[in-house]
C-alpha cells in the first residue's frame, strides 16, 4: 500500500479495496439493494464508479478491515490531519484531486466515492461527494468525514446509519 507522509502521519494514497478481512476471511459482497439495505453484518459493495463501500458492520468487526501494519483512522486523528492542512475549512480543497476541483496539495488524492443508502440500498453523489468512515462511534453514532464538489472544507459529521456505504481511507500504524 503506497502512502504519503502529511504531518507526522503516514496516509494510505487510495482508498481501501479489500475483499477479505485481515485474518483472510472472505467479507461479503452485496450487490442487491434489498439485501444492502437489510444487512445487520459485515459487508461491501463496489460502486458503479468502481469504488469500494463498506458498512460499519466491516470497519467494526473483530477480524480486521485494514492491512496488517495499517487501521482505520479514528476521529481524532481525522481531525489532526485537518489541523496540519489548516483546518475544517479548508482542508478539504488541499486533500481533493484537481479532477474533483482540489489542488492535492497534501497528497491525499481523494476522489468522490459517493455512498450507499442504508434504507434503500441504492448509490447516490457518485463524482460528486466522498465519505469515509472513523474508527470512533458515541453509543449507537459513529463519526464519518465527507467532502463535496465546490467546497474548500471537510465536514465531521455523527450518523447512526450503520449499514451506509462509505470508503475506507488507512493510516499507517505507528
Known amino acids: 500500500m503506497n502512502t504519503i507522509k502529511i504531518g507526522s502521519q503516514e496516509w494510505a494514497t487510495e482508498d481501501l479495496k479489500v475483499t477479505k478481512f485481515r485474518n483472510g476471511q472472505d467479507i461479503p459482497l452485496v450487490t442487491d439493494d434489498v439485501e444492502w439495505a437489510k444487512l445487520g453484518t459485515a459487508a461491501y459493495c463496489i460502486a458503479p464508479n468502481g469504488h469500494y463501500l463498506y458498512n460499519w458492520y466491516a ?36 486533500m481533493k484531486t484537481s479532477s474533483w476541483d482540489g489542488s492535492n496539495t497534501s497528497g491525499f488524492s481523494a476522489l468522490p466515492g459517493g455512498f450507499r443508502h442504508y434504507s434503500s440500498g441504492h448509490f447516490d453523489f457518485l463524482g460528486s461527494d466522498g465519505y469515509w468512515w472513523s474508527s470512533s462511534s458515541i453509543d449507537s453514532f459513529v463519526w464519518y468525514v465527507s467532502l463535496s464538489f465546490g467546497y474548500t472544507s471537510v465536514v465531521r459529521s455523527l450518523s447512526d446509519y450503520v449499514r451506509d456505504g462509505f470508503s475506507v481511507r488507512c493510516l499507517k500504524t505507528l
Open 59 to 94: 470497519v467494526n468487526d473483530e477480524r480486521g478491515l485494514a492491512p496488517d501494519g495499517f487501521h482505520v483512522p479514528s476521529d481524532d486523528e481525522w481531525k489532526e490531519l485537518f489541523e496540519y492542512l489548516g483546518g475544517e475549512k479548508v482542508a478539504g480543497e488541499k
